[in-house]
């Protein structure tokens, strides 16, 4: 019987690999059989994430770029090409904002651009420089990393809500003109994950509400974020494209409830 899971002979680039759930998506491709080139801004972190994949028995390759810049995005994925031989699937999990950054009213042109330039921008160029090599050499897929910020009100958070809005509709947008050269455009909605980031707002207090307030019981690790991009990616997959898949433990729009 196939293994609709498997990622042999497949090759994936991970943009915003550096951190927990980018290393946590590296680590899921390569323990499934994919070579993974990893890509963000910090060498030194990305060198500890390519060491995990080889130890795995997978080939990787750690490429330092600033993704908000074009010719950057186009370098990293001609050098994913150039050292592992293809390119089947790209990962955006590039992304984020300080949480809570400022209200609308404070918000200012830098703070602005600069959110949409690493949570949009970023995914779109690298998007398309990975579909022209997808395209050449008979498909791939593509996933987006989004939040629950995308579809709902984000107070102090306007710029990064708008900018997952637009992932988002990038995704269906680019799966609509992909598929026929079978491409195919997802977007994982993760939830509250724990991260350096979340940790960082998580009093004892609130990490109890959050707990009750989801219908699983607990937060999401990176590896429920790696798990989904893996279906996605997979040839479980296979016909499945522009779709959004919510992780997030059930809590979805649900407010806070006594529990009895």
């Not at 060491?51 to 770029?65: E, F, N, W």
């Not at 609308?104 to 090599?133: C, G, H, I, K, Y």
């Not at 107070?155 to 809500?161: E, K, Q, W």
Request: hydrophobic share 50%.
């Amino acid at each position: 019987m196939t293994d609709l899971f498997s990622l042999s002979g497949k090759v994936a680039l991970i943009a915003g690999a550096s951190r927990e759930m980018g290393s946590a998506v590296a680590r899921m491709l390569a323990a499934h059989g994919a070579d993974v080139a990893v890509c963000a801004r910090s060498a030194d972190m990305l060198e500890a994430v390519a060491a995990g994949v080889r130890a795995m028995g997978r080939r990787s390759v750690p490429i330092a770029a600033d993704l908000t810049h074009v010719d950057q995005v186009n370098a990293a994925v001609q050098r994913t090409v150039n050292e592992l031989g293809s390119l089947h699937i790209l990962v955006n999990v590039l992304g984020g904002s300080n949480i809570g950054a400022a209200w609308a009213l404070r918000m200012t042109e830098a703070m602005w651009d600069d959110v949409f330039a690493l949570n949009l921008r970023a995914p779109m160029f690298l998007s398309v420089a990975a579909a022209r090599v997808m395209k050449e050499r008979g498909g791939g897929s593509i996933v987006n990393i989004s939040t629950s910020a995308a579809t709902g009100a984000a107070p102090r958070l306007t710029n990064y809500g708008a900018a997952k809005a637009g992932l988002e509709h990038l995704t269906e947008t680019l799966a609509a003109e992909w598929g026929r050269f079978k491409i195919r455009v997802n977007v994982v909605v993760a939830g509250n994950i724990y991260t350096a980031n979340l940790r960082r707002v998580l009093r004892p207090d609130i990490e109890r509400q959050l707990i009750e307030r989801t219908p699983l019981g607990r937060i999401g690790q990176p590896d429920d974020i790696a798990a989904a991009v893996l279906y996605f990616v997979s040839p479980a997959a296979a016909w499945v494209t522009g779709a959004r898949l919510v992780v997030d433990g059930g809590l979805g729009n649900i407010r806070p409830f006594e529990l009895k």
